[in-house]
């Protein structure tokens, strides 16, 4: 009898473990959970480990805890759109290695940490758009270098790291429409690497800036060089020989960061270009209008020369003509008049 009931005990664990959530249904032929619009708060229990697509949008997940995908390691595409999921542990999705789709969409998200998606090396579409996104980190995590498609779009993004953007080698398309991206200094680094990804043949639907006001509405790769000149104003002093250059990633003499991004100087205005030029470039300014001015001056001289000097000779001409051509014109040669005489004779 005991043994019949320690056979029978683990049999009732084996299929409560494998079997598919009462609010869910689930599909062996396509390893599919369908747990959407059930009304759950968590990511549900006892998931059949064999399944590859979980489908959980439309529900109230406020949280994902961090151990809630170690029961389903093959899991290729999850579905998290349309929930309340405001914040995500750091290890939530560490699991699943096998993990290709992660649709965060229509959340509530605010924050997304340093690493937060590590460990997920076959991981090729992420996508966070339509969340309260205002900071994202320097990179999303170890082994997610694959990411070929990368949306933000519909946030509150006003930057976003350049070396962010460069941790994803095998980008093909990033969308970052809708966010009230900054124009300054902050987003120089953004417009260079974005230049370079569509000159490799890479999608985007560009990014519009919303300030400072005067490139409010104007698409970022339109704003011309000259107007993030003075940013360079605003580098570090260059670090001591021997010391190391960091990532490489940012230009050089560009802005550092401090530990919550913002510009190392501690300037609240985003490190928006200075009106005030620079002492080389004023003395080189001066200089060329100086130039420019005497050699209009010469030139001005000589045409004013040129001009008198044509009067005067115009006028002597007049002169001599009037005196010495015009008495002899009106009274006639002796070699003129002597046909006429002959004829008269």
């Known amino acids: 009898t005991g043994n019949w009931l320690l056979i029978w005990s683990v049999t009732l664990l084996a299929h409560t473990a494998h079997s598919c959530p009462e609010k869910c249904l689930c599909h062996k032929a396509s390893k599919t959970a369908d747990c959407k619009n059930r009304g759950f708060t968590e990511i549900p229990a006892r998931l059949p480990p064999e399944i590859q697509i ?26 998290l759109s349309n929930n309340s999921i405001s914040s995500v542990a750091l290890g939530a999705f560490q699991k699943l290695r096998y993990l290709q789709v992660l649709n965060l969409t229509r959340n509530l998200i605010h924050y997304i940490e340093n690493k937060t998606f590590s460990f997920l090396p076959h991981l090729k579409e992420l996508d ?16 997610t270098g694959n990411i070929t498609l990368l949306s933000v779009k519909h946030n509150k993004l006003q930057k976003m790291e350049r070396i962010l953007l460069e941790s994803l080698p095998n980008l093909k398309v990033v969308l970052f429409k809708d966010n009230p991206w900054q124009c300054n200094c902050n987003i120089f680094g953004m417009k260079l690497w974005l230049e370079s990804f569509l000159y490799r043949g890479g999608i985007s639907d560009g990014i519009m800036c919303s300030a400072p006001g005067v490139r409010k509405g104007k698409d970022l790769l339109k704003v011309p060089y000259e107007l993030f000149g003075a940013c360079a104003l605003r580098a570090a002093p260059a670090p001591p020989a021997g010391s190391p250059q960091g990532h490489g990633s940012e230009p050089r003499g560009w802005p550092k960061h401090g530990p919550h991004g913002e510009p190392g100087d501690g300037g609240r205005g985003g490190c928006e270009p200075k009106a005030r030029p620079r002492p080389v470039s004023l003395r080189h300014a001066i200089a060329t209008v100086v130039i420019t001015g005497v050699v209009c001056g010469v030139v001005c001289l000589m045409m004013l020369a040129a001009a008198v000097y044509g009067c005067a000779y115009a006028a002597i001409t007049a002169r001599y003509h009037k005196e010495h051509l015009g008495p002899v014109r009106q009274h006639g040669t002796p070699e003129e008049k002597e046909p006429f005489e002959s004829s008269m004779a």
């Open 128 to 143: 966070l758009s339509s969340n309260s996104i205002i900071r994202l980190p320097e990179t999303f995590g170890n082994s």
């Open 54 to 79: 979980l489908q959980l949008q439309n529900n109230r997940i406020w949280r994902i805890n961090q151990n809630a995908f170690t029961a389903t390691p093959l899991l290729k595409i999850l579905d």
